[in-house]
Antibody, heavy 118, light 113 residues
């Protein structure tokens, strides 16, 4: 059973960069036909897909966030990461990492709250 | 504003049947992309409930079922139980700029009366 765990700072100052890492255990990040995504949920709002990375490093991003987001992968550490530049209060949310199989997300991390505040 | 539209809330008494709708457009559900449903219990991560419109992953009770028609999809829950009280989200793809954009509904809060 694959497990995902997000890690990173819970507080980021406005205009700085939000950085999170997702560690995958119970399976290889480069095995199978999986994609690896970041999804977030601001308080009181719905889920928002941020972007995905394929094991070979190809990325797709939500058009509304493109330009501020970078997703990378480290297959040697079985991890993938998220960076969001120039954050504002609107980036405050619970951030989830998830595994995408076919077109659905079959495994999720527990989520980590990131607050943007000075 | 979410790309897929869901009612903000639904409710039902124990044992009853409830449905949650998910309305999209010709750019997503209507383009033939599959619809998936997730259940998010309070304080927990979302859990895949229905995949590929009407397929239940292992461990999901058969009280949950999904359907899709045209530009819309629905989640039905029969024999409602108190433990079903949660937020439910639909998800599909959208033929946006990349053609592989993931879109979600805004979520529906199910209250078991």
């Amino acid at each position: 059973q694959v497990q995902l765990q997000e890690s990173g700072p819970g507080l980021v100052k406005p205009s700085q960069t939000l950085s999170l890492t997702c560690t995958v255990s119970g399976g290889s990040i480069s095995g199978g036909t999986f994609y690896w995504s970041w999804i977030r949920q601001p308080a009181g709002k719905g889920l928002e897909w941020i972007g995905r990375i394929y094991p070979k490093g190809i990325t797709n991003y939500n058009p509304s966030l493109r330009g501020r987001v970078t997703i990378s992968i480290d297959t040697s550490e079985n991890q993938f990461s998220l960076k969001v530049n120039s954050v504002t209060a609107a980036d405050t949310a619970v951030y989830y990492c998830a595994r995408e199989l076919s077109t659905s997300f079959d495994s999720w991390g527990h989520g980590t709250l990131v607050t943007v505040s000075s | 504003q979410s790309v897929l539209t869901q009612p903000p809330s639904v409710s039902g008494a124990p044992g009853q049947r409830v449905t949650i709708s998910c309305t999209g457009s010709r750019a997503n559900i209507g383009a033939g992309y599959d619809v998936h449903w997730y259940q998010r219990l309070p304080g927990a991560a979302p859990r895949l409930l229905i995949k590929n419109n009407n397929d239940r992953p292992s461990g999901v009770p058969d009280r949950f079922s999904g359907s899709k028609s045209g530009t819309s999809a629905s989640l039905a829950i029969t024999g409602l139980q108190a433990e079903d009280e949660a937020d439910y989200y639909c998800q599909s793809y959208d033929s946006g700029l990349s053609g592989w954009d993931v879109v979600f509904g805004g979520g529906t809060k199910l209250t078991v009366l």
